[in-house]
């Protein structure tokens, strides 16, 4: 990343839009501070440093491109129960958390004590998804979560994310989803931020599209 400014307002939806190697990935694992570097990164006004990572994560739901980066226990049930667990919430509480989790991104309960490298890649994207939201992140960075998805679950995706009242940072090359969900686009290529403004602007304007590989939608 290289001269970096963004600055996401609370409830605001902001799409990330660029090439494959643009920085997109990059500048959202910086927002709970899975990576670090120079410069400065305040999340709900504190900056991002050492002692406030356990409380910013709380505050940062990040789910990754590649599910099988984020899914580690045996079960499905244990994967989306992981972070409640880790913040003592009541164990009578957690499984209708999981069951309400695993239902809003339209998994169906019997695959609970199932192991989650065992489902498709979709499935298993959606699962990483539960195991954020059960969180109730104040902050939900999603980086490519419409990939493997068929037409059916990407719908079903949008109005999700859509009826969602946290703050969006949605890195993605799915056009289609960023018109539906984001307002605000920041188009990044080579590690810096090129254009910012309103996503139909930007996505209209042939010859910027052009100039970093992308497409008019």
Do not use: Y
């Amino acid at each position: 990343l290289e001269d970096v400014d963004l600055d996401v307002r609370v409830g605001e939806r902001v799409a990330l839009v660029g090439p494959s190697g643009a920085g997109k990935s990059t500048l959202l694992l910086h927002l709970n501070g899975v990576l670090s570097g120079k410069g400065m990164i305040r999340v709900m006004g504190k900056p991002l440093g050492d002692t406030a990572l356990r409380e910013i994560r709380r505050h940062v739901g990040l789910v990754f491109q590649n599910p099988d980066d984020q899914l580690f226990c045996p079960t499905v049930f244990e994967d989306v129960a992981f972070g409640p667990l880790n913040l003592s919430i009541s164990p009578q509480e957690i499984p209708h958390r999981v069951e309400r989790a695993l239902r809003d991104v339209g998994l169906d309960q019997s695959i609970r004590n199932r192991p989650s490298h065992h489902l498709s890649h979709g499935e298993r994207k959606r699962v990483a998804l539960a195991s954020v939201l059960i969180m109730e992140p104040d902050i939900l960075a999603l980086d490519e979560p419409s990939s493997n998805l068929d037409p059916r679950n990407r719908r079903h995706l949008i109005e999700l994310v859509a009826s969602l009242p946290s703050t969006l940072v949605l890195a993605t090359h799915d056009l289609g989803m960023v018109m539906a969900l984001c307002p605000r686009t920041a188009l990044m290529d080579r590690g810096k931020i090129w254009a910012d403004g309103e996503t139909r602007r930007i996505l209209a304007d042939a010859r910027l599209m052009e100039e970093h590989g992308l497409e008019v939608p």
